[in-house]
DNA sequence: ATATAATCGGAACCTCGGTTCCGCTTCTGC
DNA sequence: GCAGAAGCGGAACCGAGGTTCCGATTATAT
């Protein structure tokens, strides 16, 4: 018997390279899969996706949901991270601006982060709470205001939500072609400028 | 035998009394249901609501899809009425107002509308065409424009997406109040005021 | 190279919800 | 009041998609 490595307290067991990599592969293609499916991509998808069995995908995240909270975190990481680029604009105004597209783009682009945000809010909730995003929005708002460019009733919570409407934008109404993401967020700054 | 009532083509058949009162009763139970549970409301609980079986529901509308679509129908009926009564406002931009806001308030009231606008566009385009509704949102656009309150380069195609936009706002992520649509109407109102 | 445990693959299973079916009930015309 | 047609109820059917299971496979320690 070894001297430490047989404590169960230590580290007992490591996970195999190829566990690793294959919990990887499977991230990978949900990210995928879910932004262009949404909510109801299917997990067969996802495993063929990733070049494994459902069982495999299962073992690494024994819920869709799981899964789901998984990604969410990731998305929500790269926001929190955005938003902390964009407090170091010079301009207040431009910080948030820049914030704000970033934001919209992810969500027009990835059919998964909108649809979660008013399916799946607890998960969405959880995972933003977890990287402070709405502590960065706050202070991305307060740069603004101190400016004198964004309207002073400007609460954190307006953030997500016009963002997400953004998201939901209808697509394609047969006939007209739907409005885009570009144009919809102009209008919101627009209504957003003091 | 009766001169004309015979004849196949005049009018052979009526629908049973009671069937009619089922199928209203049916409509009007959808139409709660799915205000609440939005697309995924289950005919069960339609059928219940009306206080009939599901084979009634299903003898009335043959598939979910066309009870959707009958309901979609009715809705936007009401909307494009709306635009007409909006035309005949004094003012142009306050009649647009009140074409969004009435437009912002349902959306927000009836998860049915917001799920459908975006997850079922065919159906509702096809609402919105049979009822005009995109037209007569040209007009309103146009009068306001006219006035000159309205941004230039409002497209008509530019109202449903930003009404779309409001319906699905995100619902009370934990923590934080929501936003309500008042406020994200108003933002957006704001942005399109010339 | 071998033993052993960690992993894997994917067929089978289960649940949920839309849809069908058919014997029974309720209108309507005579 | 009766016959026949029109409608009704709701149990049963079915397909879809998430989840489980277990024999086969593969990494790792010795």
Redesign the interface.
């Known amino acids: 018997m070894q001297p430490a490595a047989a404590i169960s307290a230590t580290k007992p067991r490591q996970q195999r390279a190829d566990a690793r990599r294959n919990r990887e592969a499977v991230l990978e293609s949900a990210r995928k899969v879910f932004a262009e499916h949404g909510l109801d991509a299917q997990i067969d998808e996802i495993a063929a996706g990733a070049g494994v069995g459902v069982g495999t995908v299962y073992r690494h995240f024994p819920t869709k949901d799981e899964l789901l909270e998984a990604l969410a975190q990731l998305r929500f990481e790269a926001l929190a991270a955005r938003a902390r680029e964009a407090l170091e604009a010079r301009d207040g105004w431009q910080g948030f601006v820049e914030f704000m597209t970033y934001s919209a783009r992810v969500m027009a682009e990835d059919r998964l982060l ?1 649809e979660a ?2 399916q799946r ?2 998960i ?3 995972a ?2 977890s990287v402070g995003l ?1 502590d960065l929005t706050a202070q991305l708002i307060e740069r603004a205001k101190a400016d004198g460019k964004l ?1 002073a009733d400007t ?4 953030v ?3 963002i ?16 885009t993401w570009e ?2 967020l ?7 400028r003091a």
């Open positions: 909108s945000m008013d809010s607890a969405c909730g959880e933003s709470r709405l309207r609460e954190p919570c307006d997500p939500g016009l997400c409407g953004i998201g939901r934008a209808v697509r394609s109404a047969p006939g007209a072609p739907a409005m144009r919809h102009e209008i919101i700054l627009a209504g957003l």
